[in-house]
């Protein structure tokens, strides 16, 4: 039956079989088939080489790659014919933004109330910088694109109007060319700015196309007395707004740990350091830079006469029923001073040493190899930021018992531990750090807590401790944990004492971690394979992911962080390379064969693999000193 069905199908024609779909192609790329500036063959050979890479590119940037169009004969041609486009969809055609970036700012527009401009949300949620934006819009709309600050501009014409009317209306006349004024518009497509325009003018007016920051900044120049916010009382009160604004969302939005205030020629522009990232927040006038510093300096006790040097400062900010500690730094610059304010949370949940992040098998031989050790220094290591004050906070909180006793020196106390002597330095009365570790060793200590190693002195007191029976907690700053080794001895430490004394290193980062809102899985690339150093066999365990951006997450794809380790615990073969000078590699070598230490980039490479964070975070944050072991190696060296 099977075949006398078979036999009735009626057999399938060449033509009946269905053509494969024709690629659609973007208005540009239409225009320039139109203009014989490519041909059909050269397209099609763009496509089908878009289609065997695994992320794909725009047509267009594969064109002109392929050496088909140049920049200059792409820009005339789209200058000089209209394109019926929407500016987004051009964009994306350009290669200056994605598909997803530009639905990210689609949903942005509109939720933002008034109605913000696409340039606008593209620029203040830092998509595309205003300039690229301005670009495609002259060439999108056929105006000239105009530099007000590095043109020469009419003067005798600019005086004509008044300066307010320029800044409401964002516009600044250039100069008379064929009986017509050329004028720079923020928005050439505003009809009331165009009307406003005419109406002083009472000309013919030729549109030109500048960023909003270059005309305000040529008005700024060419009208030095031009206030165009309020004076007196009010203003004042306005910066001690913006100051507790700038500080109370920094605490609200929960994952802040520094805000930089930064003065640039042209605006004071303010950023948050979130999960590791500098990611932009406002931009201010410069005008109002010299009061805010002031502001700031007040609320810290710093000296507000003193603009020429740098300073410190400590505020403590309460905001509902959080208490958080701020540590100010005024750096001066060639536009102002530059204030960064890290933030610390004096309630911030103490965690255990098993919630830190560190894998089975690591995290038992940390325990009984470094921390249960009767005597010896456990160094924690890493760069600014990188979670050291956690971990070695979690390492007090496990020793911490009644048959105990552990004194500190930090700087400041970040977390208050009940049955702990805490000290916290403060240069101003001559509580030093030399003077307090002088100190520390007739506390009859058990466990001497130094929030830092600093210099030479502050090195070899932690020695000594550890030569008397003590057990020395604390943190220094190197790149890794062999780093942190050679960094001892630079600092004029015998090898031998350090061979002697030192128990063991962790060193580690943050990573961001995936957005567990909008999780996908991501298909490693061959430039992936590339960067790590190990081919796709090697790899082939994990299950990787990326975020595709919320707002959860505010588009990053990423939310939190997540703790990566390096944890060596010296035994005699690294005790005996140190003492031999070996160079780092060597150690480094040594470390890995005889202690089975996983790296930091191995350890990120395991935590991509298990979805947590990503590669490209990996190879972004992560030193690589040699190649990866596999993957299936890795797994069996943290007990999966």
Same mark, same amino acid.
């Given at each position: 039956?099977?075949?006398?069905?078979?036999?009735?199908?009626?057999?399938?024609?060449?033509?009946?079989?269905?053509?494969?779909?024709?690629?659609?192609?973007?208005?540009?790329?239409?225009?320039?088939?139109?203009?014989?500036?490519?041909?059909?063959?050269?397209?099609?050979?763009?496509?089908?080489?878009?289609?065997?890479?695994?992320?794909?590119?725009?047509?267009?940037?594969?064109?002109?790659?392929?050496?088909?169009?140049?920049?200059? !004969?792409?820009?005339?041609?789209?200058?000089?014919?209209?394109?019926?486009?929407?500016?987004?969809?051009?964009?994306? %055609?350009?290669?200056?933004?994605?598909?997803?970036?530009?639905?990210?700012?689609?949903?942005?527009?509109?939720?933002?109330?008034?109605?913000?401009?696409?340039?606008?949300?593209?620029?203040?949620?830092?998509?595309?910088?205003?300039?690229?934006?301005?670009?495609?819009?002259?060439?999108?709309?056929?105006?000239?694109?105009?530099?007000?600050?590095?043109?020469?501009?009419?003067?005798?014409?600019?005086?004509?109007?008044?300066?307010?009317?320029?800044?409401?209306?964002?516009?600044?006349?250039?100069?008379?060319?064929?009986?017509?004024?050329?004028?720079?518009?923020?928005?050439?497509?505003?009809?009331?700015?165009?009307?406003?325009?005419?109406?002083?003018?009472?000309?013919?007016?030729?549109?030109?196309?500048?960023?909003?920051?270059?005309?305000?900044?040529?008005?700024?120049?060419?009208?030095?007395?031009?206030?165009?916010?309020?004076?007196?009382?009010?203003?004042?009160?306005?910066?001690?707004?913006?100051?507790?604004?700038?500080?109370?969302?920094?605490?609200?939005?929960?994952?802040?740990?520094?805000?930089?205030? %930064?003065?640039?020629?042209?605006?004071?522009?303010?950023?948050?350091?979130?999960?590791?990232?500098?990611?932009?927040?406002?931009?201010?006038?410069?005008?109002?830079?010299?009061?805010?510093?002031?502001?700031?300096?007040?609320?810290?006790?710093?000296?507000?006469?003193?603009?020429?040097?740098?300073?410190?400062?400590?505020?403590?900010?309460?905001?509902?029923?959080?208490?958080?500690?701020?540590?100010?730094?005024?750096?001066?610059?060639?536009?102002?001073?530059?204030?960064?304010?890290?933030?610390?949370?004096?309630?911030?949940?103490?965690?255990?040493?098993?919630?830190?992040?560190?894998?089975?098998?690591?995290?038992?031989?940390?325990?009984?190899?470094?921390?249960?050790?009767?005597?010896?220094?456990?160094?924690?290591?890493?760069?600014?930021?990188?979670?050291?004050?956690?971990?070695?906070?979690?390492?007090?909180?496990?020793?911490?018992?009644?048959?105990?006793?552990?004194?500190?020196?930090?700087?400041?106390?970040?977390?208050?531990?009940?049955?702990?002597?805490?000290?916290?330095?403060?240069?101003?009365?001559?509580?030093?750090?030399?003077?307090?570790?002088?100190?520390?060793?007739?506390?009859?200590?058990?466990?001497?807590?130094?929030?830092?190693?600093?210099?030479?002195?502050?090195?070899?007191?932690?020695? !000594?401790?550890?030569?008397?029976?003590? /057990?020395?907690?604390?943190?220094?700053?190197?790149?890794?944990?062999?780093?942190?080794?050679?960094?001892?001895?630079?600092?004029?430490?015998?090898?031998?004492?350090?061979?002697?004394?030192?128990?063991?290193?962790?060193?580690?980062?943050?990573?961001?971690?995936?957005?567990?809102?909008?999780?996908?899985?991501?298909?490693?690339?061959?430039?992936?394979?590339?960067?790590?150093?190990?081919?796709?066999?090697?790899?082939?365990?994990?299950?990787?992911?990326?975020?595709?951006?919320?707002?959860?997450?505010?588009?990053?794809?990423? /939310?939190?962080?997540?703790?990566?380790?390096?944890?060596?615990?010296?035994?005699?073969?690294?005790?005996?390379?140190?003492?031999?000078?070996?160079?780092?590699?060597?150690?480094?070598?040594?470390?890995?064969?005889?202690?089975?230490?996983?790296?930091?980039?191995?350890?990120?490479?395991?935590?991509?693999?298990?979805?947590?964070?990503?590669?490209?975070?990996?190879?972004?944050?992560?030193?690589?000193?040699?190649?990866?072991?596999?993957?299936?190696?890795?797994?069996?060296?943290?007990?999966?």
């Amino acid at each position: 039956m099977a075949l006398e069905n078979k036999k009735k199908m009626p057999p399938r024609s060449k033509k009946q079989a269905t053509p494969p779909p024709a690629q659609p192609h973007g208005e540009v790329i239409k225009l320039l088939l139109r203009k014989k500036l490519l041909t059909e063959k050269q397209v099609e050979y763009a496509v089908r080489i878009n289609s065997k890479l695994k992320s794909t590119k725009p047509i267009l940037s594969i064109i002109k790659e392929l050496g088909y169009i140049d920049d200059r !004969q792409l820009n005339d041609t789209i200058k000089n014919n209209t394109v019926s486009l929407r500016i987004g969809d051009l964009l994306v %055609e350009l290669g200056l933004i994605t598909e997803k970036d530009l639905q990210i700012a689609l949903h942005m527009q509109s939720k933002s109330e008034p109605k913000a401009k696409l340039g606008e949300v593209l620029a203040a949620n830092n998509i595309l910088d205003e300039r690229k934006f301005i670009n495609a819009l002259s060439l999108q709309l056929g105006y000239e694109l105009v530099e007000p600050e590095f043109t020469d501009i009419d003067e005798t014409l600019v005086k004509k109007g008044p300066a307010n009317y320029y800044h409401s209306h964002a516009f600044i006349p250039i100069r008379i060319e064929r009986n017509k004024i050329l004028i720079a518009f923020a928005d050439p497509l505003d009809k009331f700015s165009q009307k406003a325009a005419q109406s002083i003018f009472k000309q013919k007016v030729l549109v030109g196309v500048a960023t909003k920051k270059s005309i305000i900044a040529t008005i700024e120049r060419l009208f030095p007395n031009f206030q165009p916010e309020k004076k007196g009382a009010k203003a004042e009160e306005s910066v001690v707004d913006i100051v507790n604004n700038i500080i109370i969302e920094s605490i609200e939005s929960g994952n802040v740990s520094d805000i930089h205030i %930064e003065p640039l020629s042209d605006r004071l522009r303010i950023r948050y350091r979130t999960d590791g990232v500098l990611v932009p927040f406002k931009e201010y006038p410069i005008k109002i830079a010299p009061s805010l510093s002031s502001r700031i300096k007040v609320l810290c006790k710093a000296d507000i006469a003193e603009r020429r040097r740098h300073q410190d400062g400590r505020i403590l900010f309460v905001h509902g029923n959080i208490e958080m500690d701020l540590r100010v730094s005024f750096y001066v610059t060639v536009f102002g001073e530059k204030i960064v304010l890290r933030l610390l949370n004096r309630q911030n949940e103490l965690l255990g040493i098993e919630d830190i992040g560190m894998q089975r098998r690591i995290l038992k031989k940390f325990r009984e190899e470094g921390l249960e050790q009767p005597s010896g220094i456990i160094l924690v290591t890493g760069p600014t930021g990188s979670g050291k004050t956690t971990t070695v906070y979690s390492c007090i909180n496990y020793l911490n018992n009644i048959e105990t006793s552990i004194v500190t020196a930090e700087d400041p106390v970040e977390y208050v531990i009940e049955g702990i002597a805490q000290c916290s330095i403060d240069p101003k009365i001559n509580l030093t750090f030399e003077e307090t570790l002088r100190s520390v060793v007739r506390q009859d200590p058990d466990v001497i807590v130094i929030g830092e190693i600093r210099d030479g002195f502050s090195a070899d007191i932690a020695v !000594q401790a550890a030569m008397t029976g003590h /057990k020395v907690l604390t943190t220094f700053h190197t790149e890794d944990s062999v780093g942190c080794l050679l960094r001892l001895l630079n600092m004029k430490i015998d090898a031998f004492l350090i061979s002697s004394t030192v128990k063991c290193i962790v060193a580690q980062r943050l990573l961001r971690r995936v957005c567990p809102k909008c999780v996908m899985p991501y298909e490693l690339t061959a430039n992936d394979f590339l960067r790590i150093g190990l081919p796709p066999d090697g790899l082939k365990e994990g299950e990787y992911t990326k975020g595709r951006g919320c707002e959860y997450c505010r588009y990053t794809g990423y /939310k939190g962080r997540v703790a990566i380790f390096e944890v060596l615990v010296l035994n005699e073969d690294v005790r005996d390379a140190l003492i031999q000078h070996m160079t780092s590699h060597q150690i480094r070598k040594v470390s890995i064969e005889s202690t089975d230490m996983l790296s930091l980039f191995e350890d990120g490479l395991y935590k991509a693999a298990q979805g947590m964070t990503t590669i490209s975070e990996v190879i972004r944050c992560l030193p690589k000193f040699q190649r990866p072991r596999t993957l299936e190696h890795i797994q069996r060296l943290v007990g999966e």
